[in-house]
Structure formats: C-alpha cells, structure tokens
C-alpha cells in the first residue's frame, strides 16, 4: 500500500508547487497553460488507464508502476491549477511590452526627422537595466528595420512550435497584430479580448474577413445556379407544351 501512496502524494504535492511557482519561471520561456492542458487532456487519463491495468496484474517489482502513473496522472491534473495565473502573467508582460514601444514611437520619429531615416537598432533607447523591462523585450531583438519603416515584434515561448502569445507592430499600418489570447478589439466603446489567428509570427499585417462580402457574393452564387437551373428546364422536352 505504501508504494502506491506515497507516489500519488508526490505527484499532488509537487503538482501544487509547479501550479505556484511554474507560471512564474515559464513566461516567455516555455507555454506553461498549453503544456497544462494537453498533459491533462493526452496524458493523465492514459496513465491512470495504466496503473488500474496495472494494479490488476502486476506483480514483484512492477508494483511500483501503479503508483507511479498515478502519481505522473495527479501531477498533470494539479498542475492545471497554475494555467490561470500564467494566462495573466502573459498578458501582463504583454502589455508592459506595448507599452514600452508605443513610448518608442515617437523616439523614432524624431530620430528619422534627424537623420532622414530610422535607425538600424535601438540599444541606446534602452535602459541599461533590462529587468526593468518585459521579459519579452530584455534581450532587445523586438526591434526590426524594414525598408520603408520598421517593426516590433516578440514571442512569448519562440523555441515551441505553439502560438501561446505573438504581437507585432507594424509603423506602416500603426496596428498591433496579435495571435491567441493576446488580441483586442473594440466593441461598443470597450475595449474586449478575442481571439486572433495569424500564419505569419512577425511583420503580417492580418486583415479581418468582410462577412458582409462574403453573404453577398454567397447570395449572388445561389442566385445565378437556381436562374441556370429554371433555364435548363425550361429548354427540356418535358417542359414544351
């Protein structure tokens, strides 16, 4: 009994602690809610599959198994616990990385009135202590030159091929771009979040598509099969007198 008891306490307390202190370490690093919830969702149902399997017919020294699929399981499970915070945690260096490169803006500006262009980095615009900065912007690299005007732009896990957070600022558009939770438009005077899709991670401006277009060009299709489909029959043996 105690192998099987002392795995699934593990599991729960090193689960509560991953929960507590892991958004905190893995904002910008690693996207902690995704990882959250695909364990939970692909992992932990399995592994408890497995140690009920196992506790069944295991004998001698695999009855540690059960124990430790369970314990993995609750840990998965618990850490879920932690996705809300980390969420926050993102938005928040999110938004003091706006913040900080709409302050940036008209730095640039003047600097291009000055010198006839923009400049080709920004390391002299930044503080010399970079903890004062999102973690997003430390490393300074969110900065791009393009030839006509220039970017922001930043990721918040960029070694995972998942979109847990990208913003981009365009000086040609004066727009944000932002993919996942990160988006925000307006609606009724307030500003709302919503989601928002893009297949580019820096320097894509992303247009909304125009639903009234669409049910108009939609409606004009429907319109023209049903007028083909009238003539057709009317031109038919059947339909001559």
Known sequence: MKRFVVPIIVGLVAG??????????AVGVMPYGEIAVYGARFIAGPLLLIAIVLLAVS?????LL???????SLFLLVSLLGVSRADC????QNRMAREFCEALIPKLDAYKREHGDYPDGIESMLPEDRRSLSVYLRDGSFYFKRTNGYTFGWCDSPRFPLCSGVSSYHSGSGKWD????????????SLVEKPHLVTETVGVEIKEP????????????????DDVSRTDFADSPRASP
């Not at 509560?16 to 370490?25: D, E, K, N």
């Not at 004998?59 to 009855?63: F, H, L, S």
């Not at 945690?89 to 928040?92: A, I």
């Not at 932002?178 to 005077?189: E, K, L, R, V």
């Open 210 to 225: 125009d639903y009234q277009e669409m049910e108009r060009r939609r409606i004009q299709k429907m319109t023209l099969v």
């Open 89 to 92: 945690l993102k938005r928040g």
């Open 16 to 25: 509560a602690v991953w929960a507590v202190i892991g958004p905190s370490l």
């Open 66 to 72: 059960p124990g430790i699929c369970t314990g993995v």
């Open 59 to 63: 004998r001698g020294r695999w009855r």
């Open 178 to 189: 932002s993919c996942a939770d990160w988006g925000i438009t307006m609606m009724n005077g």
